[in-house]
């Protein structure tokens, strides 16, 4: 049965950053039981299920073909790609990376940088051109990550060098078109863009050269400079490793993999504290029938 459309924002908003602050802050959340409250998910859940179980159940529904948004996307990537290629110890997820005037949905950095644009069927593809045009000069690899209804209208509108990808009815990534990667054809001035300047000073020594002595009004400004000249496999690379070192998530591994696994690419945006992530599992670990009475 297609859900209706105020459960199926219901069901989207139950995975949104309120939600994990909420939980983060005070250990539960008014937000969660109002929205559970326009949702069917209580009925499905057993009498002895937990905050976990109900998150689990609202995302089963929200994986229904046609009401799939960019959540159900990212928890895909997150799950096949992050989870079960790599791990929080080898590699990084990064959410809204920016690249040049727009901003990657999602960004796994293990041996090289690989981009995901996801174009839900909930998307309009208006900006695609635009989009791929910025990520590839900050990203080796590029993927767009569609539904059915976008296969075509995307292999037809985008470079062969760009993979395309769709997420089946079954939450399964199927590869239609293998992407290429590139870090030759990225542009050294615009992965300078996304680097914070301490970020870019490391990665000039890690290369042997010396980082501008100027004023700090100035440096921004000197280090884009001495990037502009550097080549561009050279850069990107050294955006990885940078990126990898400062952003790492390691810490987040044992928290990430105790809680459900629907809220794992939301937990992983949040980016909390040890403090948070202790009230977070408390939250999640909650039993539902307690849960519904938070107002």
């Not at 590699?91 to 960004?107: I, S, Y």
Request: overall charge positive; proline content about 4%.
């Amino acid at each position: 049965m297609k859900l209706g459309q105020t459960e199926a924002s219901a069901l989207s908003r139950l995975f949104s950053a309120a939600i994990l602050r909420d939980f983060g802050q005070h250990g539960r959340s008014a937000l969660f039981t109002r929205l559970l409250e326009h949702t069917s998910v209580p009925p499905r859940s057993p009498l002895n299920a937990t905050v976990g179980d109900a998150f689990d159940d609202a995302f089963d529904l929200l994986k229904t073909r046609g009401v799939r948004d960019d959540y159900v996307y990212r928890s895909a990537i997150t799950q096949k790609v992050l989870l079960g290629r790599h791990s929080l110890r080898t590699a990084t997820l990064l959410n809204e990376m920016r690249a040049g005037a727009c901003k990657a949905d999602v960004v796994v950095l293990n041996g090289t940088s690989t981009a995901y644009e996801i174009k839900s069927e909930r998307d309009s593809l208006t900006r695609l051109s635009k989009q791929l045009d910025n990520y590839r000069k900050v990203f080796a690899t590029v993927n767009v990550v569609v539904s059915a209804t976008h296969l075509l209208e995307v292999l037809d509108a985008t470079p062969d060098d760009v993979g395309v990808i769709t997420l089946s009815n079954r939450f399964r990534l199927h590869v239609e078109r293998e992407p290429q990667d590139r870090p030759d054809r990225t542009s050294p001035s615009m992965i300078f863009e996304v680097l914070r300047t301490e970020e870019a000073c490391s990665a000039l020594r890690s290369i042997g050269h010396e980082v501008p002595s100027v004023p700090n009004t100035r440096i921004r400004h000197e280090l884009g400079r001495v990037f502009a000249d550097l080549d561009p496999k050279v850069a990107h690379d050294q955006m990885v490793q940078e990126l990898k070192r400062s952003r790492s998530q390691v810490g987040l591994a044992d928290f990430i993999n105790s809680i459900p696994v629907s809220l794992r690419a939301a937990s992983l945006a949040a980016k909390p504290d040890f403090a948070r992530r202790i009230r977070i599992k408390q939250a999640v670990d909650t039993p539902l029938a307690e849960a519904l009475t938070w107002k």
